[in-house]
């Protein structure tokens, strides 16, 4: 199994913006899902973003709803993570899911390929 790869981390300062980039190689069937997941120090990871890659449904945590925006490239195996209005509480570790199941909604299950992770920090 290939694992998705992150990239585009980095620090910032607060009210600024990160775009996070996902590329996997292949997708395990048509509707993938895809999603990030981020994890802070001490905390458990939680579901920030998910996109269907064909139907291109969307779903985004209320923690960052209206300031952060996932997307999709069809073509080339790839999601986006726009990152925007950013807040210190948005620092953490942040993985790329790619399920191995099919799944009708909803965030990625923990069954998925996991991204090596990129950091994201944000100071105030």
């Known amino acids: 199994e290939v694992q998705p790869v992150e990239s585009g981390g980095g620090s910032v300062q607060a009210g600024g913006s990160l775009k996070l980039t996902c590329v996997a190689s292949?997708?395990?069937?048509?509707?993938?899902?895809m999603g990030w997941f981020r994890q802070a120090p001490g905390k458990e990871r939680e579901a920030v973003a998910t996109?269907?890659?064909?139907?291109?449904?969307?779903y985004h945590s209320i923690p960052v709803k209206d300031r952060f925006t996932i997307s999709r490239d069809q073509a080339k195996n790839t999601i986006y993570l726009q990152m925007n209005l950013l807040k210190p509480d948005d620092t953490a570790v942040y993985y790329c899911?790619?399920?191995?199941?099919?799944?009708?909604?909803?965030?990625?299950?923990?069954?998925?390929?996991w991204g090596q992770g990129t950091q994201v920090t944000v100071s105030s």
């Open positions: 996109i269907y890659m064909r139907d291109g449904d969307a």
């Open positions: 899911a790619t399920d191995r199941k099919p799944r009708g909604g909803g965030y990625c299950s923990d069954d998925s390929a």
């Open positions: 292949e997708l395990s069937h048509p509707n993938n899902c």
